[in-house]
């Protein structure tokens, strides 16, 4: 009797422990789930590690930029050559170099293109949401009025000839055809010995032959892309679903699509189409005003007194 009254009491007390446990592991859970639900998004994003990391990296920038404007030889260049310096036209004593010719070249082309950089992502928005279907042709049309009218109508014709040459390259289906053009205009330079280019800067100057040459280029380069990446995903379509001639007007967007003819990104035709077929958000009154001030910012940063003198 002893036995059978200790072994029922000991099963008890198994019962209560094991219910209690889970009653308890349950509480747990739902309060760490309850926290993390109720935490600002803000907090889950910065970890302590991740504030860490980008102090350090800050710090590092702002030392390095430190350093050098206390150098010694810092100073002694601009007291040497005084010529090479102009006065700061963002408010900052240190004086701003004005010897190189890569960056005066792109900070002359984005003031002189700069209403057309902004008015592009309006107006692309409002056409998504009119016509969705037009967002490629709005690009391309867009695209070559921004370039016409910085430059000139030529060089909208010789971007116009680059994306002809490849598009019917792409209709006969041989990769290799393709490989081999670009490489031919990529070598051409080495072939002849007067510069293809040169009657943009004897025509137009040193601004619209730099802005010209370097998206000659990359411009190729795109072409190549848009041309094998699209045969590479008909191979892997069904016979009866395969297309000869890629989508044009898709195809002439991504090849001189402003923003980045000249500033870059160079990206994959594949990574472009994704990006065009994703889902937007919607355009509230918070994203425009964002815009705006982003917009505006940018604006007083280039053309601080609200006039520039172009680079030509």
């Not at 900070?107 to 057309?116: A, E, V």
């Not at 190729?220 to 297309?243: G, H, M, N, Q």
């Amino acid at each position: 009797m002893f036995l059978i009254v200790y072994h029922l009491y000991s099963a008890s007390i198994k019962t209560f422990v094991s219910i209690e446990t889970n009653v308890c592991l349950r509480v747990i859970a739902y309060t760490i789930t309850s926290s993390v639900e109720f935490t600002p998004s803000w907090i889950l994003r910065w970890h302590p590690w991740r504030l860490i990391h980008w102090f350090i990296f800050g710090g590092g920038v702002v030392y390095t930029i430190w350093s050098l404007s206390v150098s010694i030889e810092s100073e002694f260049i601009v007291s040497d050559v005084p010529e090479a310096f102009t006065p700061s036209l963002y408010g900052f004593q240190r004086k701003q170099d004005n010897m190189q010719f890569g960056w005066t070249i792109t900070r002359s082309y984005l003031r002189d293109s700069l209403k057309w950089l902004l008015l592009h992502p309006i107006l692309g928005r409002a056409t998504a949401y009119v016509a969705p279907s037009l967002v490629p042709v709005f690009h391309s049309f867009y695209s070559l009025l921004a370039v016409a009218s910085v430059f000139s109508w030529e060089v909208a014709v010789l971007f116009l000839c680059e994306h002809a040459l490849f598009y019917g390259i792409t209709a006969l289906r041989n990769p290799a055809l393709s490989y081999i053009i670009t490489l031919f205009i990529l070598g051409q330079n080495y072939i002849f010995t007067s510069p293809n280019l040169g009657y943009f800067n004897r025509k137009h100057g040193p601004l619209c032959y730099m802005v010209t040459y370097v998206a000659f280029y990359w411009n190729i380069a795109r072409c190549l892309s848009f041309s094998v990446d699209y045969l590479k995903a008909e191979r892997l379509k069904p016979e009866e679903s395969r297309r000869r001639w890629p989508p044009y007007w898709k195809t002439l967007a991504y090849v001189i699509y402003v923003p980045t003819v000249y500033l870059g990104p160079l990206q994959n035709y594949d990574d472009y189409v994704g990006q065009v077929n994703k889902d937007r958000p919607a355009c509230t009154p918070r994203e425009i005003a964002c815009s705006i001030a982003r917009f505006s910012s940018l604006w007083s940063s280039l053309c601080p007194n609200g006039s520039y003198d172009s680079f030509h």
